[in-house]
C-alpha cells in the first residue's frame, strides 16, 4: 500500500501570511493525492484531490497544491492564510481502483492574528 | 451538512457491554469505510467494503465486528472493549473504483471505561 509523509507536524502562521503545508508519497507509480482538512471534533472534509491531467489543483477557498512526479510530492500552498484556516490538515493517498486511503500523520496549522 | 450520517455522535460503554455504532449514506456510493482516529493521529483503516462484501480487514481484532446490511448501511458491533478501543470511530463512503475520493460522517466518539 502506498503511504504519505507530511514534514511539519505544526505550522503557525500569522493572518495573510502564506503558508506551505509538506506532503511527499511514497511511490513514482500512478497514484490518486489528497487534501483533507479536520475542525475540531468534526469528520474530514476534501480540500481537493489530483486524479490525473493538469499537476495544479485548486480549491474553492484559496488554497492549492502541486503534484510534483520527479519529487513525489504534493504540497499545499495559500498565499494569504486567514484565522479559519486553523484545522489539522491531513494528505492522503490512494491506488486508482482500490479503496484503501492512507493518511498522513497531519499538519496542525494555526493561524495567529 | 455531511451526506453521511453516524449514530450515535457520543457513546460511553464498559468493556463487557455491546453496543453498534451506525452509518449511513444516500449518495448510490457502493464502498464504505470504518477508520478509526485517536486524538492528534491521522485515521486509520479498519474496514472496507465494496458492493456490501468485506474487502479489506486491516487486522483489526475481533472485538469489532463490521456488518454492512445493504448498500446504504454499514454497521460496527463492539463487544468487550479495551479502554485503549477509546476513539473517533469515522465512517466514509465512495463511489468505488472511481475517483478515490472519500466522504466522511462526523464521527462517533467513544469511551470505554
Known amino acids: 500500500a502506498q503511504s504519505v509523509t507530511q514534514l511539519d507536524s505544526q505550522v503557525p502562521v500569522f493572518e495573510e501570511a502564506p503558508v506551505e503545508l509538506r506532503c511527499n508519497y511514497s511511490?513514482?507509480?500512478?497514484?490518486?493525492l489528497f487534501w483533507y482538512v479536520q475542525y475540531p471534533n468534526q469528520g474530514l472534509q476534501l480540500l481537493l484531490k489530483y486524479l490525473s491531467g493538469s499537476t495544479l489543483v485548486e480549491s474553492i477557498n484559496g488554497f492549492e497544491a502541486e503534484f510534483n512526479k520527479s519529487q513525489t510530492s504534493f504540497h499545499l500552498r495559500k498565499p494569504s492564510v486567514h484565522i479559519s484556516d486553523t484545522a489539522e490538515y491531513f494528505c492522503a493517498v490512494s491506488d486508482p481502483g482500490v479503496n484503501d486511503m492512507r493518511f498522513g500523520a497531519g499538519t496542525r496549522l494555526t493561524v495567529k492574528p | 451538512d455531511t451526506e453521511v450520517t453516524q449514530t450515535p455522535k457520543h457513546l460511553v460503554m464498559g468493556m463487557t457491554n455491546k453496543k453498534s455504532l451506525k452509518c449511513e449514506q444516500h449518495m448510490g456510493h457502493r464502498a464504505m469505510y470504518w477508520y478509526k482516529q485517536k486524538a492528534k493521529k491521522p485515521p486509520e483503516l479498519m474496514f472496507v467494503y465494496s458492493y456490501e462484501k468485506l474487502s479489506i480487514n486491516e487486522s483489526v481484532p475481533s472485538r469489532f465486528s463490521p456488518e454492512c446490511p445493504n448498500s446504504s448501511l454499514l454497521n460496527l458491533h463492539l463487544h468487550a472493549l479495551q479502554p485503549e478501543d477509546s476513539a473517533l470511530y469515522l465512517c466514509a463512503s465512495s463511489s468505488a473504483f472511481t475517483t478515490g475520493e472519500l466522504f466522511f460522517g462526523e464521527g462517533s466518539r467513544l469511551t470505554v471505561l
Open positions: 511511490s513514482s507509480v500512478s497514484v490518486y
